[in-house]
């Protein structure tokens, strides 16, 4: 009979299994959804325990288009390896369920990333970016008036982004 882990280690433990198992590049916001959502730790629990792991080599943050991608180091998979057994079989079946339950719209969340600065002279500088296997693929800044334009702009980026690079793919390669 397996001897279950708890408190800080058991979420430790959840973070390295559920990065491993994502086959993404994942932010942390990403694992928290995942294991707040599933009601298997706390945002200071949660804190403290990515920090640690970070700190003791087992996670690695890898800079990308969307932010800080966390990574599982050697040290990471072989202490997932020895302890993986530690976390009950139903939290494991869980955190499966939810990654590919939601796998499509965190790849699209690190696919698609959205900035916006205020402009010395006003209005702001919106940056949309779309990004394939860490390589950007479609880069768009545009100064608009308004914050609110922005916001907008940047909430619509998600959806209108496929639209708008097949669009442009698509005029710029007509033989006139």
Same mark, same amino acid.
């Given at each position: 009979?397996?001897?279950?882990?708890?408190?800080?280690?058991?979420?430790?433990?959840?973070? %390295? +299994?559920?990065?491993?198992?994502? $086959?993404?590049?994942?932010?942390?916001?990403?694992?928290?959804? =995942? %294991?707040? /959502?599933l009601?298997?730790?706390? +945002?200071?629990?949660? =804190?403290?325990?990515?920090?640690?792991? #970070?700190?003791?080599?087992?996670?690695?943050?890898?800079?990308?288009?969307?932010? !800080?991608? =966390?990574?599982l180091?050697?040290?990471? $998979? *072989?202490? &997932?390896? %020895?302890?993986?057994?530690?976390?009950?079989?139903? *939290?494991?079946?869980?955190?499966?369920?939810?990654? /590919?339950?939601?796998?499509?719209?965190?790849? !699209?969340?690190?696919?698609?990333?959205?900035?916006?600065?205020?402009?010395? *002279?006003?209005?702001?500088?919106? =940056? &949309?970016?779309?990004s394939? !296997?860490?390589?950007?693929? &479609?880069?768009? #800044?545009?100064?608009? /008036?308004?914050?609110?334009?922005?916001?907008?702009? @940047? $909430?619509?980026? /998600?959806?209108?982004?496929?639209?708008?690079?097949?669009?442009? +793919?698509?005029?710029?390669? $007509?033989? @006139?």
């Open positions: 009979m397996p001897i279950f882990s708890h408190g800080d280690v058991k979420a430790k433990l959840l973070i %390295l +299994y559920f990065v491993r198992g994502a $086959k993404i590049d994942v932010s942390a916001e990403q694992i928290y959804a =995942c %294991l707040f /959502a009601d298997y730790t706390d +945002y200071f629990t949660f =804190c403290g325990a990515i920090a640690e792991l #970070k700190e003791d080599g087992f996670l690695a943050e890898v800079p990308r288009a969307f932010g !800080q991608s =966390c990574k180091t050697l040290s990471g $998979k *072989e202490a &997932l390896e %020895l302890f993986e057994e530690s976390i009950p079989q139903s *939290e494991r079946e869980s955190i499966r369920r939810y990654i /590919a339950e939601h796998s499509v719209r965190m790849q !699209q969340e690190t696919q698609l990333s959205s900035s916006m600065e205020p402009l010395d *002279e006003g209005g702001y500088m919106v =940056c &949309l970016v779309a394939e !296997q860490n390589r950007t693929i &479609l880069e768009i #800044k545009m100064q608009v /008036a308004s914050r609110e334009t922005a916001m907008i702009m @940047r $909430k619509n980026w /998600a959806e209108e982004s496929c639209f708008i690079y097949d669009t442009l +793919y698509s005029h710029l390669l $007509k033989e @006139r």
